[in-house]
């Protein structure tokens, strides 16, 4: 069973940075794409940013394109998602997850793991 630890989060004023990191500490058995996923109050999950297993191949929500930046380090086995000019409308949790298929899917019932969550508060 893999598991994923979230850490990072927090509040933040509009305009600012945040990076969220999530780590497997128990790692799938093959190479595998890692997604970041977000919910709002009163809203569904949506899609922000995955990235294959080698790095190459990223995908962005068109909502963060230009201000959020995924990145992993599989020595480590964590993903990375940083976050500048930050907006009110971020605000949310964001779950990290894991597609064994290491594909870069921006839909949520492609993953199979899922992390616990953090909350991103960004005050206007």
């Known amino acids: 069973q893999v598991q994923l630890v979230q850490s990072g989060g927090g509040l933040v004023p509009a305009g600012g940075s945040l990076r969220l990191s999530c780590t497997a500490s128990?790692?799938?058995?093959?190479?595998?794409?890692m997604g970041w996923f977000r919910q709002g109050p009163g809203k569904e999950r949506e899609f922000v940013a995955a990235?294959?297993?080698?790095?190459?191949?990223?995908n962005y929500a068109d909502s963060v394109k230009g201000r959020f930046i995924i990145s992993r380090d599989n020595d480590k086995s964590t993903v990375y998602l940083q976050m500048d000019s930050l907006k009110p409308e971020d605000t949310a949790v964001y779950y990290c997850?894991?597609?064994?298929?290491?594909?870069?899917?921006?839909?949520?019932?492609?993953?199979?793991?899922w992390g616990q969550g953090t909350q991103v508060t960004v005050s206007s």
């Open positions: 997850a894991v597609d064994l298929t290491n594909n870069i899917w921006s839909v949520h019932w492609k993953y199979a793991y």
């Open positions: 990235i294959s297993w080698s790095g190459s191949s990223q």
């Open positions: 128990r790692q799938p058995p093959n190479n595998y794409a």
